[in-house]
């Protein structure tokens, strides 16, 4: 039998001797594709034949299209034990097969992840599920022992660290800020008008937006957009450390990398949640206000009179007090993630989107937890 | 186990008993034994993914032993406490394989940040010390520059700059020579055996640069991939020309003979 390519010929044959010729011919190139195997295993469930001879003198063209087919075809005739015959071939040819198996292929070094049965991946996922478990709460101990020894003044990181991260993520991060937080207000006075204007109320657009942004909408869109800008950054930074040896080069010099690294990153966002927070408050309101002078007829002073008469002082204490929070939780979020990141350049992206949904799913959490603590506190 | 120095002989630098080495459940070398003595430059060799770099970081503690322990002098590496741990290794220095300069940092920086954590200098001095550590290794004026800014050979030698920072009894190197010049690995290999004059430190390489091995290796342990473990140990040149196993002398006269 044989397979026709565009260009190229593969001829099965069986000899009276019990001989099957495996023959090539015409040009075979990597770009119309590898001759079958496919084939030569179908002929040999037929019947196992006492020889395989392979012929390639009617080659006009071959690459490694040729040598990976017939290295394929080699190891299937010695897995069943068949003679293989290689003198037909031309001399180029076989002395790259000749070096393609001069070293024999290293039985561990596929470490058996080709077995895919559900069963086993599940079972997989649960130890690797377990694994990681168990290095989030270690890390996290590791942390609170730090920061104890942090408050009794121990803890060793160069202040210009800290200077360079308060910048990085405190005064950086205010376009962005007051862009999604001036839309914020703007969306809730939108929300509210519609609503108000039915019961020609449109002034309590002011207490809406007023209360929900310094409660919560502040504190929480802030904590969002940091989440996105800071913790990955922190997890990728700790991250390609770690592929750089930086970490190792640390850690032999008995330099605490929890100390050097982790905590003024914590202490750096934990310090300015609180003022991004704030500002963000205050670019809410001025979204609000907007729309209410803008289309509900409102005076700026009237809007903003009315906005201070609603909030109260509980309410932004409460907005600031959750903002450092979110930032402390973004911050371990993303450095724990980038502490166990792996020692290759994709596993550094992984980590970075990693610490971006633990650090938003924290502080989803820490929000409704929030709300439930307040509500009860009556706050 | 026989503890290393038990004979009243000088304690050796660095002794490993019976150390097997894995990732999980895959051996990587089994049943580790030598010794390194004070003074020695003692090479670590092999294939390609025997184990070497893996085999340094155990004697550093960055990895944990499967079985066996390592030694400082006549004391337990492998089970000492933290604290204990960090101050055994600070007599000692480690240029790792990619130079693993801190990127955030100055190269002064880089050698300063040593200085400043386990020395009473004052910044003056600091900066001082740091600068000439650089200029040994042929860095003078670099002190401002940043890791990314200069070569991949200049970063490795800003990498032994810091290493050296604290003046370490003995020295970790993981293929100081790969990626440089010839002159440059020559001139390393020179100074490697410096240091060792005139500190007196001792010196732990990973290499595969045979003309350097032969150079500068006083000592040697050979590791096979194929058997997972040590197949010979001794001086280089020996090993050369008179050891029983075919592999070691092959690898040592790149193939031939
Ligand atoms: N973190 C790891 N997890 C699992 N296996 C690893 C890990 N690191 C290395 N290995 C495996 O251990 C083996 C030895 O790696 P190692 O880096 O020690 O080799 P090496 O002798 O230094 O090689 P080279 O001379 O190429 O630097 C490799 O086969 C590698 O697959
Ligand atoms: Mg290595």
Redesign the pocket.
Known sequence: MSVQSPTGELALTRLPGGTLVVRLAGAWRLDHGLPPLHELRRELREATPARIAFEGEGLTHWDSAVVAFLAGASSIARESGIPIDRSGLPEGLRRLLDLAEAVPEKDDAKDGSNIDDFVHRLGEKAIETHRLFRSDLQFLGHLALTVGRAFRGRARFRGSDLAYLIQQNGFEALPIVTLVTFLLGLILAFVGAIQLQTFGATIFVADLVGVAMVRDMGALITGIIMAGRSGAAFAAQLGSMKVTQEIDALETMSISSMDFLVLPRIAALFLMMPLLTLYGDAMGILGGAFVGVSMLDLSLVEYLFQTADAVSMSHVVGGVFKGAVYGALIAIAGCLRGVQCG?SSSAVGEAATAAVVTGIVAIIVACGVFAFAFYVLGI | MADPGANGATPPAIAVRDLTMA??D?V?QRDLHFTIDVGDIFVIM?G????????LRHLIGLNEPARGEVFYGTESFTHAPPGRRAEMLRRVGVLY?SGALWSSMTLAENVALPLGEFTTLSEAEIREVAALKLALVGLAGFEDYYPADISGGMQKRAGLARAMALDPEILFFD?PSAGLDPLSARHLDELIVELRDSLGSTIVV?T?ELESIFAIGTNSVF?DAESRTMIATGVPTELRDHSEQEQVRRFLKRGEG
């Open positions: 020692r | 990732y999980g895959f990587l092999g390609s993914g025997c184990g070497k770099s893996t085999l394989q293929e990973v595969h590791l």
